[in-house]
């Protein structure tokens, strides 16, 4: 467990990492800790296999790489205290030899979530080896991560600058989860091991959780995307939206910007729009409501993007309502009875985004996790996610929702409880079933992890039953059975 106070990031780690989408950390550990590492991850990989997401509890020791007082600062300095590791890791190896991969961006491991600038998520890095650029690092396209295009996925073609995450053993890189990369050519004679994980928040900002001199934005001279990186350092100090009004610009041009064919142009003009406040609420909903169906679908086909396919709320005019933020909330909350099915999908996931000053909807949002369509119920229990703050009333909703026929809906709203935790014993039940009997192994993590933070107070024999029957054990192997 860690017993040191945490090592902050400074505010030029966090400008930086809002306008790169990476910054880079030592655990500050021993040579020999990485060493040892190193060649029991290469012993289980040779002899077993690799172990996917039980590279954790196959290695136990990979933890004290995240409890170190440098990693914690980092990710509680971008996600806020109570973060949570994701049960999705992995470790890549990149043979001497290889030619790499094509730049990606990866998914939010078998869902759709719809890639808001606003940091909730996170991957981290981990290299048990020094890694030197001819051993093929991982490659990242700094201040790309809010785009869903570039200019071509295949590496010898693509013009945007490229970094390889280079470092001594014990580097982990943070990464903005929505950042383009890829595994470089490895032209050396040694494998390289790089150990994903993925965190995200358990809680808004309420103001900034990094060490903080100043709470203004210094616009950064390489930025192409200034609005978006001033919206997302309000938002993470706790702000709201709109603290600044946009002079000069005017509404409709803003709206002929949403139509460009140049991403950054459309990018801009969503997040300009959250310093015009109530004035940009009307003609907004107006272009949301227009939107048809098809172009809805068009963002769901899988693509480099989006390799598990994308969500059909990822449109330019939701961008710009979530920018907005409390003076479109009544207008969005009413939308979750539009007709269309899109748009009802679309205002749950803005409502979501928008995060605490949309806390009124919580009623609406509950409702809407019962929706005939899919698509809705799934934007509304990951909006749940980021509300909360149930009462006990909310409880046959929530386990309605936890039998939802969507593994996605299931997944999100264990997730919602592992973060909001109500006590009631029925749901607990749920939640205890779910994570023995569930289809999803991450509806199974989410459950189990929700159950432990319900149970203050009531009878854990349940639960602990359910935990041991799911524990995994890190001497268990091929070579070693029982």
Known sequence: MPTQNPHLLRDDHIRRFITDGYVQVNAGLPAEFHQDLYRKIEAVLEEEGNPGNNILPRIPEIRRVFDQPAVRGALTSLLGPGYLMHPHRYCHLNKPGSSGQQWHKDDYIFDHNVRHARCRWVMAFYYPQDVSADMGPTGILPGVQHHNRISDCEASKTTESALGLCGPAGTVSIVNFDSWHRAMPNVSEKNRYMLKFQFTRSREPAGPTWESGNRGWKPQPDDELPAVSEAVWNWLAGGDSGEVEAKGVSIDRCLAALDDADERVRLQAAYTFGRKGAEAVKPLVERLCATSEEQALASIPRNPANPAGGNPSELPAAYALSAVGRPAVKHLEALLEDDAWWVRATAADVLGDIGLPASGALP??????????????????EALAVLGDFGDED????????????????????????????????????????????EGRYVRYYALAAAARMTAGTDREGFLDAMLA?????????????
Request: proline share 4%; with cysteine; charged share 35%.
């Open 364 to 381: 609406a949002l509950l409702r809407a996790v019962g929706d005939e369509d899919a698509w809705v119920r799934r934007n509304a229990s």
């Open 395 to 438: 409880a046959p909703a929530l386990r309605d929702a936890l039998g939802d026929e969507d593994e996605r809906v299931r997944r999100n709203i264990a997730f919602t409880l592992a973060r909001h935790p109500i006590q009631d014993a029925d749901l607990v039940d749920d939640l205890v079933s779910r994570s023995a009997e569930d």
């Open 470 to 482: 799911a524990r995994w054990c890190p001497l268990t192997t091929r070579k070693s059975a029982y």
